[in-house]
T-cell receptor, first 115, second 111 residues
Framework: ETGVTQSPTHLIKTRGQQVTLRCSSQ?????VSWYQQALGQGPQFIFQ???????GRGNFPPRFSGLQFPNYSSELNVNALELDDSALYLC??????????????FGPGTRLTVL | GESVGLHFPTLSVQEGDNSIINCAYS??????FIWYKQESGKGPQFIID?????DKRQGQRVTVLLNKTVKHLSLQIAATQPGDSAVYFC??????????FGKGTRLHILP
């Protein structure tokens, strides 16, 4: 196992609701990245946090927001849920920046279904 | 766990044979590439990476080849085993902070 955990495993929401997904990184990892993986697609980068500050964002609207806490936990919040938000949400932690060569360790994901 | 691999193009390989998974990337500015393996019900797992100043890099039973001229990346798995069955993704970095995943390939091992 990677040492990265996510909760909940599965979640069902209705359109317009808000959701909070949680991730617990490996201890000592300063970077957490969040990805959205639709069925049959590769993970798409949502954003990245380094030492509790957003440090890079993909092509996602502002209703996707996040937080990173000093205890190596983090949250992904999605407001005003849309049907297309149904996907597997993955978090990944790394010691520093994955783009600079630090290995990312992924959690098992949270499967979000929006009805 | 959920089945990750149902919707990806499939490469079927006989157990014990070598597997070659290919990936075309589009951004000539990409300078760092990674291969990931994703098993059903799990998140992606790092396999091997390569920087753009290299053409080839070897790991344990895996080799990554990079051809910058045609923007092509390949992953070779030697002596394919049942445990290699998964969806494989190439990913690239454009020089900023984002890792961009490509389309996946499902590797199916024939007994």
């Amino acid at each position: 196992e990677t040492g990265v955990t996510q909760s909940p495993t599965h979640l069902i929401k209705t359109r317009g609701q808000q959701v909070t997904l949680r991730c617990s990184s490996q201890s000592g990892h300063n970077t957490v990245s969040w990805y959205q993986q639709a069925l049959g697609q590769g993970p798409q980068f949502i954003f990245q946090y380094y030492r509790e500050e957003e440090n890079g964002r993909g092509n996602f609207p502002p209703r996707f927001s996040g937080l990173q806490f000093p205890n190596y936990s983090s949250e992904l919040n999605v407001n005003a849920l849309e049907l297309d938000d149904s996907a597997l949400y993955l978090c990944a932690s790394s010691l520093a920046l994955a783009a600079q060569g630090d290995e990312q360790f992924f959690g098992p994901g949270t499967r979000l279904t929006v009805l | 766990g959920e089945s990750v691999g149902l919707h990806f193009p499939t490469l079927s390989v006989q157990e014990g044979d070598n597997s070659i998974i290919n990936c075309a990337y589009s951004n000539s500015a990409s300078d760092y590439f990674i291969w990931y393996k994703q098993e059903s019900g799990k998140g992606p797992q790092f396999i091997i990476d390569i920087r753009s100043n290299m053409d080839k890099r070897q790991g344990q039973r895996v080799t990554v080849l990079l051809n910058k001229t045609v923007k092509h990346l390949s992953l070779q798995i030697a002596a394919t085993q049942p445990g290699d069955s998964a969806v494989y993704f190439c990913a690239e970095n454009y020089g900023d902070d984002k890792i961009i995943f490509g389309k996946g390939t499902r590797l199916h091992i024939l007994p």
